[in-house]
Nanobody
């Protein structure tokens, strides 16, 4: 049974930083891409950042230059370093691990940025 667990959310002032972590466990197959998504009230879930097994990254335009996704393949863990946070970054952040074409999701972690 694959489990995906996020951590590191919290409350921060605008301009501050947070680092999210996501650990995937229980898979006998290799993890392909890992993503961070976010969803705020009344909005659709959006992909924030993606990193594939080779380390190639992709970001949504609104976070480019502020967020950095990275992964530790030995630990099956992905990180999201978030700098220069803005109130509009407030959302529940979810991690997804893609294994053999199937996505496994965590429960989400709340990030709140106060102005």
């Amino acid at each position: 049974q694959v489990q995906v667990v996020e951590s590191g959310g919290g409350l921060v002032q605008a301009g501050g930083s947070l680092r999210l972590s996501c650990a995937a466990s229980g898979s006998s197959s290799s993890i392909n891409a890992m993503n961070w998504y976010r969803q705020s009230p009344g909005k659709q879930r959006e992909s924030v950042a993606t990193i594939n097994s080779g380390g190639r990254t992709n970001y949504v335009g609104s976070v480019k230059g502020r967020f950095t996704i990275s992964r530790d393949n030995a630990k099956n863990t992905v990180y999201l370093q978030m700098n220069s946070l803005k109130p509009e970054d407030t959302a529940v952040y979810y991690c997804a691990a893609w294994i053999s074409g199937r996505g496994y999701w965590g429960q989400g972690t709340q990030v709140t940025v106060s102005s």
